[in-house]
């Protein structure tokens, strides 16, 4: 009898520890949707920065026209494309925590867990980059041409990328406004830390132009899954350790 009644405090102590985990990552996760839904909005209210972007994509895609027309030569287009992407992405995401105030820096502090807010704002990111590599893609296409053959493929390569890129520059932003000079760290940081990323890239995108099998491919999904995984990883352990700073 003792025996049993034991057994039954100890699932009873394992189903409340259970339940208390899970209301805590149901917690974490409706901050991140708040994160997510807060940065939209302060996106959106401030449209000159979204104009802004546009106005870069343009701009780029048009002087690439100018001096080429027509790119003949594929691993030129490829590259082309990823410079466009990583120089929109430094330019985008580096206002994720410089352009904040202390006083919502104190807010975030205060209120919300910090895995969520980094979490958060990585998902926002990657998400906002990732709809822009695809207005990039399509005028990109439209005045240079698109020697893509496997367009599935090249835009599976574009999201992987996209987060990828934005986990990484997400982070660095955190470390740079906690600094001085943040604009020379954002990329004296970050383009050392993005080259193995965007070398993976760049291999994917090539196979998806020339239409190569998907079991070819295997390998750099793998590896590009991989890095996707590592980075936020690494921001989810070491960014409470700056939130406290």
Request: aromatic letters at 16%; proline letters at 2%.
């Amino acid at each position: 009898m003792l025996f049993t009644t034991d057994f039954q405090l100890n699932i009873y102590g394992r189903f409340l520890h259970f339940k208390a985990c899970f209301s805590q990552l149901c917690a974490m996760f409706n901050q991140i949707g708040l994160i997510i839904y807060k940065e939209w909005k302060l996106e959106w209210r401030n449209r000159a920065a979204m104009a802004g972007l546009m106005v870069f994509i343009l701009s780029g895609v048009y002087i690439s026209y100018l001096s080429f027309k027509k790119i003949v030569d594929v691993s030129a287009w490829n590259a082309l494309f990823w410079l466009l992407i990583l120089f929109m992405a430094v330019n985008a995401l580096a206002k994720s925590f410089m352009a904040e105030s202390r006083g919502l820096q104190l807010f975030y502090y205060s209120f919300l867990n910090p895995y969520a807010v980094i979490l958060g704002k990585i998902i926002y990111n990657g998400l906002m980059l990732f709809l822009f590599g695809i207005i990039t893609f399509f005028i990109y296409g439209i005045l240079l041409g698109n020697p893509v053959q496997d367009i599935g493929m090249f835009i599976l390569t574009v999201l992987l990328g996209c987060f990828g890129i934005s986990s990484v520059l997400t982070m660095i932003s955190a470390i740079a406004s906690r600094a001085g000079h943040q604009s020379s760290l954002m990329a004296i940081l970050g383009f050392p830390v993005l080259l193995p990323l965007l070398i993976v890239l760049i291999h994917l995108s090539k196979n998806a132009i020339d239409g190569i099998d998907f079991s070819v491919n295997l390998k750099y999904l793998t590896m590009l899954t991989a890095l996707n995984l590592l980075v936020p990883s690494l921001a989810y352990i070491l960014f409470p350790y700056l939130w406290r700073e």
